[in-house]
């Protein structure tokens, strides 16, 4: 498994309630993204900072996912570049469900 995590610095502060509601519609897009396990929409609103947290099933697949579409379309829709930080997870303990996925 590998974790991406992803930071993107908003030109101009955005309410929460607003990008709420665009992560909500981009919802859909997400649960049909090969080998995607889980994903973190995050919002630090005071420093307008976008953090996504993916964690995928191999590095293949997540780095097939991250390419330059990927880049594109958040300067396009956020005016942001993202930076992007690609970690090896070895273990992911659930407490919700009780159970723990490990590498």
């Known amino acids: 498994m590998v974790t991406v995590i992803v930071r993107y610095v908003l030109p101009r502060p955005v309410p929460r309630a607003r990008l ?14 090969p080998q995607l396990i889980r994903k973190y929409f995050c919002y630090d609103e005071p420093t307008h ?10 590095e ?7 390419d330059t579409a990927f880049v594109a379309h958040m300067q396009q829709k956020f ?3 993202p930076e992007l930080q690609f970690v090896d997870t070895l273990l992911v303990v659930d407490n919700e ?7």
Do not use: D, I, M
């Open 60 to 66: 293949a697949a997540a780095r097939a996912f991250f």
């Open 97 to 103: 469900h009780r159970e723990s996925t490990h590498a």
């Open 79 to 81: 005016g942001a570049t």
């Open 20 to 33: 709420l509601e665009q992560f909500r519609q981009a919802e859909a897009t997400f649960r049909a993204v």
């Open 49 to 58: 900072t976008g953090h996504s947290v993916y964690l995928f099933e191999s």
